[in-house]
């Protein structure tokens, strides 16, 4: 029987992990997000980039005291000011520092979080939020926000699982009523032993720098984030009916089904399959099995590199009953939504809801960045015209041990090549991670070869990207997208595109890479719907 003769009535096994201990429970406040966000800063000191958090309207900040040297540093602000801050005080057994903003008399007040409580408190399972600049990001992006929860606390130090990443440190960490109980200390090389250092440390710098409580925020103005009495994330019930939009793809013939890997796709019409395009062999033909039905063909009808995305046509037959496609929200999703990626990758009988994450942007646009083929060409004449021949391949890269000096690289991706110029204005239109077809010569034979575009190993490797994959495998395809959204919830790259949902099931886009131990992108479902029109 193949995975996919199932009925209507079957019995779903469900991987559930909205457990009470693990997830972020009830609609996330938009407000109390916006005001974490805000309050977080950029600490640049010498040559190193840290995080803080404003806790007081006339610029007291609390930060790492590993982050800081010296005794005056640079702090950008959310509003992408650039001011000077002395250093008011340090704790090197808390990992804390106590810094003071250069401001004028007058100046308006900034937007704080207040100081909760010691943080020793806060038991296993409660709700957290963190804020923070990841040192890849670009100045003036804003702060990159995640959700998660305690996992222990003890001695001044909380363990939870928000993805921290290298430039966190010294961010703020707040509980879900919106007060500041602590600071990113360590970073964890798992994804639930991230350290913060408790509000402990810094209360004793704000008692010897002779602060007095006038000048901190009262509790009673902390905006409250979430409520962590209340049941929240999608039922089981609500997310179980979105399992008859997704199909298992292979390839068409028997001959390439052996041994191959299969694709997911969503069923976003009655006859058209969103896939991930980096995922599928453009020169593969692709079927999906639906009831007793034999292999349905499937066609490519419309592509988008800068979402990633591939919208496959069925060419054949009908689906088998209890299919349905996609049926999304009818609102977009909004700046700091709580969201749950549904992950398949178990079998259609059987699926995975992850805990709560949050959506930092919105409408994003992730920078490019120029892909490696690997391989050194010239232009030379044939009785064909102008064509490309390999001189050599560089050791490790995408091209080696698929080209061979003297190969003429007749075409790519349909495209007849004639020149170094050309042949490089089209990969200039694609990403690390994206697959290429080439139309290769070799003496008298004609081959065809897909590669898998790669990095420039300068560009690649960085600390952040060690403990990335530290936290789990990030996306080959990871760059260069338009008009997505990011979010925090650690996906595995492999069962892409996921179904983004928000906290109550509804289908909101879909999940398209794992950028990072700390970003994910996902596909707006406003933009999956345009593209299904043959729109991008």
């Known amino acids: 029987m193949w995975w996919w003769e199932r009925k209507a009535a079957c019995v779903v096994v469900v991987l559930w992990w909205l457990l009470a201990a693990d997830s972020v429970r009830g609609q996330i406040s938009a407000d109390g997000l916006r005001r974490l966000q805000q309050a977080t800063v950029l600490i640049e000191s010498g040559a190193d980039r840290c995080s ?38 340090r704790d090197e057994p808390g990992d804390t520092a106590l810094l003071r903003l250069q401001r004028d008399a007058d100046s308006d007040k900034l937007v704080c979080v207040p100081l909760g409580d010691s943080g020793d408190e806060l038991a296993a399972g409660m709700s957290v939020f963190a804020a923070g600049f990841p040192a890849r990001e670009l100045r003036g992006n804003p702060a990159v926000l995640r959700a998660g929860v305690v996992k222990s606390a003890a001695a001044g130090v909380l363990r939870t699982t928000c993805q921290l990443t290298v430039g966190d440190s010294g961010g703020p960490l707040l509980d879900g009523e919106g007060r500041l109980v602590g600071m990113h200390r360590q970073i964890g090389a ?40 209340q049941a929240g994330g999608p039922k089981e019930e609500q997310v179980r009916p979105h399992l008859s939009s997704l199909l298992q793809v292979v390839p068409a013939t028997e001959a390439e089904l052996a041994g191959s890997e299969h694709l997911w796709g969503w069923l976003v019409t009655d006859r058209l399959l969103a896939l991930q395009m980096s995922a599928a062999d453009p020169g593969t033909v692709y079927a999906v099995r639906s009831g007793n039905a034999g292999p349905l063909r499937l066609k490519l009808k419309q592509q988008s590199y800068l979402l990633d995305l591939a919208i496959y046509e069925l060419v054949e037959g009908q689906l088998g009953d209890g299919v349905r496609p996609l ?210």
């Open 52 to 89: 803080g958090v404003l806790i007081s309207e006339t610029g007291l900040i609390a930060t790492a005291a590993h982050g800081v040297h010296g005794a005056v540093v640079r702090v950008r602000l959310a509003d992408g000011q650039v001011r000077m801050a002395t250093v008011a005080g």
């Open 190 to 229: 798992g994804v639930a032993s991230n350290l913060h250092s408790t509000p402990a440390a810094l209360r004793r710098l704000l008692q010897q720098a002779s602060v007095t409580s006038a000048e901190l925020p009262a509790v009673t103005t902390a905006v409250a984030i979430a409520n962590v009495l």
């Open 327 to 536: 049926v999304w929200r009818d609102q977009p999703v909004r700046l700091f939504e709580q969201v749950h990626s549904v992950s398949c990758k178990a079998g259609v009988d059987a699926f995975e809801v992850s805990a709560a994450g949050v959506v930092s942007r919105i409408d994003w646009n992730e920078p490019p960045v120029r892909p490696v083929l690997g391989a050194e060409a010239e232009e030379m004449n044939s009785n064909a015209g102008r064509r490309l021949r390999v001189i050599q391949t560089v050791p490790n890269s995408a091209a080696a041990g698929q080209l061979q000096a003297g190969d003429i690289l007749a075409g790519a991706d349909g495209v007849v090549l004639t020149s170094r110029r050309q042949f490089a204005d089209l990969l200039g239109q694609r990403q690390p991670g994206d697959l290429l077809r080439l139309d290769v010569l070799r003496g008298e034979q004609l081959r065809r070869l897909t590669l898998r575009l790669g990095w420039n190993p300068g560009e690649q490797f960085e600390k952040s990207e060690y403990l990335d994959g530290r936290s789990g495998p990030v996306s080959e395809r990871r760059t260069g997208f338009v008009g997505v959204l990011q979010h925090d919830i650690p996906v595995d790259p492999s069962a892409c595109p996921q179904l983004l949902v928000d906290w109550q099931g509804l289908p909101v886009g879909l999940t398209i890479s794992r950028r990072a131990r700390e970003a994910t992108l996902a596909i707006p479902a406003i933009a999956v719907q345009q593209l299904v029109r043959g729109k991008e």
